[in-house]
């Protein structure tokens, strides 16, 4: 594989992240590729371009049972540690017969047979295929707990968000709780250890899975993109793609992230969270079968390891955004981890 780019002529964005960008280019003899690579930036955000070259690694180095389930890469560059600059990306082909399935199932309804089948084929792919055993090479207790702190130390350093943080006693849509530090305190004797550890997607989200444009069963040919998520994980307890998956499939992550939603202030001490439903997620159909196919492999989910999940994914990226997204995210995390306690 090179390390550089080939010239190609931009044709359309696809996708503008927070510190990388996915585009369609076209190279001198014709062929289309999407390239995925870091914006110009002195100051990429936290875990930004090491998240995207554990990206490339992921991709180069997938085991034989997976390299079906993922674009090959065609071209990569800065993720070898011998870049001392700030570009890194890759190129994998571009798949003109086909679309995300957030895009296929937001364009054409699908009816309640066809989510299903989906979700099945989803299952298939994730847990018997992708998610195969691995040997940690960290803890993912630490991993958890490391990210969290930083995350906090980080949002500390914003005037609006201390007093969530350092405040004894907070109210989140009048749930009275302990201010999210003092419940991270009591949050850290979780053990994310006690669960089988996978190679995951990280990102598994319906904008990161391709399906054929053609009519059904288009769920038969799907192709999953963009993997490892925002902190840089890719192994560890299957539950991490289960709380993402279901993050996005459910409308709460769309709803946060177009900010369809509310997220303030009501006075010292006193917040509210709400999100907007948002079609064709309202009803639920496009995630309950795959947790059903989750729990037949790994038993009921536990639902204080799942909303400590829940907890880490949105103060990570609480960070690496700005706006009512980001106190979105905040008063989300906070809500999580109140919820991983059982605070009531």
């Known amino acids: 594989m090179r390390h550089s780019r080939q010239p190609a002529r931009r044709i359309r964005l696809l996708k503008e992240g927070f510190w990388e960008e996915t585009a369609i280019y076209e190279r001198p003899d014709g062929l289309r590729i999407v390239r995925k690579a870091s914006k110009p930036s002195g100051q990429p955000g936290p875990w930004a371009l090491e998240t995207l070259r554990r990206e490339i690694l992921y991709l180069v180095n997938l085991p034989s049972a997976a390299t079906k389930l993922f674009p ?11 870049n001392a600059g700030n570009e890194v990306g890759y190129e994998i082909p571009y798949y003109q017969d086909h679309v995300s399935v957030a895009e296929r199932i937001t364009n054409t309804p699908s009816p309640a047979h066809e989510a ?62 302990p201010g999210l530090q003092q419940l991270w305190a009591q949050a850290t004797s979780q053990d994310l250890d006690t669960l089988p550890s996978v190679r995951l997607h990280g990102d598994v989200i319906l904008e990161n899975i391709l399906c054929p444009t053609g009519e059904s069963p288009w769920w038969q040919d799907l192709v999953l993109i963009d993997p490892v998520s925002v902190a840089g994980i890719s192994t560890g307890p299957a539950l991490f793609d289960l709380v993402k998956y279901e993050s996005y499939a459910s409308g709460e992550l769309i709803a946060i992230r177009s900010e369809r939603c509310e997220a303030l202030e009501l006075e010292p001490g006193s917040y509210r969270f709400t999100w907007q439903a948002i079609p064709p997620y309202t009803a639920g159909q496009w995630y309950a079968r ?3 196919y989750y729990e037949s492999i790994y038993g009921p989910v536990n639902p204080s390891l799942y909303a400590l999940l829940d907890a880490y994914f949105s103060l990570v990226m609480a960070v ?4 009512t997204q980001q106190w979105a995210r905040v008063l989300k995390g906070t809500l999580a981890l109140a919820d991983s306690l059982h605070v009531t």
Do not use: C, Y
């Open 290 to 292: 795959i947790r059903h």
């Open 116 to 177: 299903i089948a989906f979700q099945e084929a989803l299952g298939i792919a994730l847990f018997d295929r992708l998610h195969t055993p691995v040997i940690p090479s960290e803890s993912i207790s630490q991993h958890v707990a490391t990210t969290i702190n930083d995350a906090i130390e980080k949002l500390s350093s914003l005037d609006s968000f201390r007093p969530i943080i350092e405040r004894e006693s907070i109210l989140i849509n009048d749930r009275k709780m």
């Open 72 to 82: 090959p890469v065609l071209d990569a560059w800065g993720h070898e540690g011998d």
């Open 320 to 323: 690496n955004t700005k706006g």
